[in-house]
């Protein structure tokens, strides 16, 4: 009875394991390739029959380094099934319909059944090391890169200046490209402060390369674990009244981060400037003296900027978008 018992459980092991490839195969693209120790750039891009400058571009690689398990978005030719639509294959390989035209000269959307159609991915809207996405492009971006600096805390800002004002609603590379201006120049800073850059339209920009730690006023003790959200505006009280745009992408990037770098909403892990006493670089939580502190981010962001607040107000949101976007990747 026992050996029959073993032989039984030894039967459906085998048959469990038999499944787990299919399953992962089906859930993950067959353009999107995992970088292996030894690869490099021009080597896949040989191998895939495409540029290096479109595997930067359509991957928002912002040097030519790559790390062991980062995944890529690669070019694949894919042989038409019937029923498949161009829509069907493009968001099935991270393409879009107009690219995969353009690529193989199609001048309408129908196809037949066999054709032989190359697909590359899109590409990403990036000038320089500025990398401008929507917040569902940079979940992508986020999950598929790997990074080799321990980050522990992640710096809630706002910009104060620019404001709401000086959006206007096409001009993110440029106001990225004037804050870069002004940190390096006027604050002799090595790049832009920040990391990360959230706009008013739901927007997010990705700049200083998260493999640096960011530069400000609020300490080497947090920039040397952290990484820096700046969010474009004034956000003290009487002043711009956050969008629901930046809102949700404020609360859904700040998810993903933590999620990314499996940390648990709270005052240790969620840091608002306000906190850091700008003489000491010490944390102060409440306590810091007017004199000493800054608003940053903002009296008024998401209901105020003390630790009841970032509790009562904040990390709820934060905690509720980790269940959410868990859920949809189980």
């Known amino acids: 009875m026992k050996k029959n018992l073993i032989l039984v459980c030894s039967l459906i092991l085998i048959m469990f394991m038999n499944i787990l490839p299919v399953h992962a195969a089906y859930n993950s693209p067959s353009n999107l390739y995992v970088v292996k120790a030894g690869d490099t750039l021009p080597e896949i891009a040989k191998k895939f029959d495409t540029t290096i400058e479109d595997l930067k571009l359509t991957n928002g690689l912002q040097s030519d380094s790559l790390f062991v398990e980062q995944k890529l978005w690669v070019p694949i030719m894919h042989e038409v099934a019937t029923g498949e639509t161009l829509q069907n ?9 107009d690219s995969i035209k353009k690529a193989n000269g199609l001048v309408s959307d129908e196809l037949y059944a066999g054709q032989i159609l190359k697909v590359s991915p899109k590409k990403m809207a990036m000038q320089g090391q500025h990398i401008l996405m929507t917040k569902e492009e940079f979940r992508d971006w986020l999950f598929n890169n790997q990074f080799n600096r321990d980050i522990r805390i992640i710096q809630q800002h706002h910009t104060w ?7 206007k609603g096409t001009n993110h590379f440029q106001m990225l490209q004037s804050m870069e201006n002004f940190h390096k120049k006027e604050m002799g800073w090595q790049n832009i402060a920040q990391n990360i850059t ?7 920009a990705v700049s200083r390369p998260f493999n640096i730690a960011p530069e400000g006023s609020i300490g080497s003790k947090a920039n040397s674990i952290g990484l820096t959200i700046e969010n474009i505006g004034n956000f003290d009280l009487g002043h711009d009244v956050m969008t629901k745009e930046q809102q949700d992408t404020i609360v859904y ?5 933590c999620i990314k770098f499996g940390l648990t909403p709270s005052i240790d892990s969620i840091t608002y400037h306000h906190w850091w006493n700008l003489q ?6 409440d306590n810091g003296p007017d004199y ?3 608003t940053c981010p903002g009296t008024n962001f998401f209901g105020g900027n003390s630790t009841n607040d970032a509790k009562k107000h904040f990390y709820p949101l934060v905690s509720s978008k980790i269940e959410e976007i868990l859920a949809t990747i189980e």
């Open 89 to 97: 294959i493009a968001s099935t390989y991270h393409s879009s319909v």
């Open 161 to 167: 200046l620019p404001s709401y004002e000086q959006f």
């Open 198 to 204: 959230t706009f008013p339209d739901g927007k997010v």
């Open 253 to 257: 990037i700040t998810a993903l981060l």
């Open 280 to 285: 000491t670089k010490e944390r102060v939580l």
């Open 292 to 294: 000493n502190v800054k």
